[in-house]
């Protein structure tokens, strides 16, 4: 029962971005940042694994020893954590509590399997899985990675593959056609803007 | 589970907008269809009243006569009905099922008692409750109404109270708040929008 009507409340979202490898969730999560910088935070990855040329601290990843990473794993402190080719990457609890507390969005991109843990911790936020308008195309993506060896694609694509068929554990699917990037960046603010509208909400609490 | 990962549905929606009588129900349901014409149908409710100069059947109303109004109710062809000041105002099926049949997402403005009835027959819409800012917003635009008379006004007034109680019956709420009827609708439309993009979805039926 809502006592005043007239009350005006705004609890912020937690907006998980998730989706095949290669589907581009990280351009589209940055792209929903770009367009509405004061509304959104955008989680850092904390990784154990070097950092590539260009990648900068606390803006691409929290770069941190295998000892550091432990302590957060002891402690409870990350959301999330996964081994991905011998490092570690993991969410720390902290900075998506202090976005929440100051008002913004929190979006952060996890992969297929890292949802299915958060929607365990956090079933109110909001789950979104990214898809391309077809397989050929994610195969396609894959394939212009220039980073992987022709055995590592091999292994995405028969992940993605896998990936794709767990996409009925998602609240929305938005599709991220072949330059059409704007329009899925668009359905995510729809989404949120949607959540906001909610009579009945609840805060994200962790 | 989902078949295949890549068909692209669309179900067309239903949309109820509803609201304290005053709210700008009528105003903001076309300002919807007129942001996207071409994705948007606007029920037009049937009316044994008389036309006020000006109105036009088929578009302002259906103008019907009592017996016709009758002949409806008995075959079961209204979505829901009332009486109104005297006389009888409902919604005809027939129209939103074609509407829907055609793909477009059909847009409805209903009372709020008239929401609780469409809700048990159409759980699947979207029931979205306007309201203004404040309670002193809506008694100004109620006072605003030169066609009522002070009576009138006052039970209008009574009235409002009575339904802004409702409002957690809904699943949205959008405020319309003075001069930004823009707000308004761009919130419509993101409901509408995020809808579109649920995973999980069912065609409307009736």
């Known amino acids: 029962m809502l006592e005043d009507p007239y009350t005006s409340f705004r609890y912020p979202k937690l907006i998980i971005i998730s989706g095949p490898s290669g589907v581009g969730k990280d351009t589209i999560a940055r792209g929903v940042i770009g367009k509405r910088p004061d509304e959104f935070y955008f989680v850092v990855t904390a990784t154990t694994r070097p950092p590539r040329v260009g ?21 409870g402190e990350l959301l999330e954590y996964a081994v991905v080719y011998n490092d570690y990457k993991g969410i720390p609890k902290q900075q998506v509590r202090d976005a929440l507390a100051s008002g913004k969005n929190v979006i952060m991109r996890v992969d297929v399997q890292g949802a299915a843990t958060v929607r365990k911790l956090l079933p109110n936020a909001l789950f979104i899985f990214l898809r391309t308008r077809s397989e050929e195309a994610l195969v396609r993506r894959l394939l212009e990675r220039k980073s992987e060896t022709p055995e590592g694609v091999k292994i995405r694509i028969a992940t993605a593959r896998e990936e794709m068929k767990r996409m009925d554990e998602f609240d929305f699917c938005v599709v991220n056609a072949d330059g059409q990037q704007d329009t899925a960046v668009a359905n995510i603010l729809a989404i949120v803007d949607a959540a906001h509208c909610r009579v009945h909400q609840q805060p994200i609490q962790l």
Chains 1, 2 share one sequence.
């Open 55 to 75: 990648e900068v601290h606390g803006q691409d990843y929290f770069f941190v020893t295998h000892d550091q990473f432990a302590g957060m794993i002891e402690q």
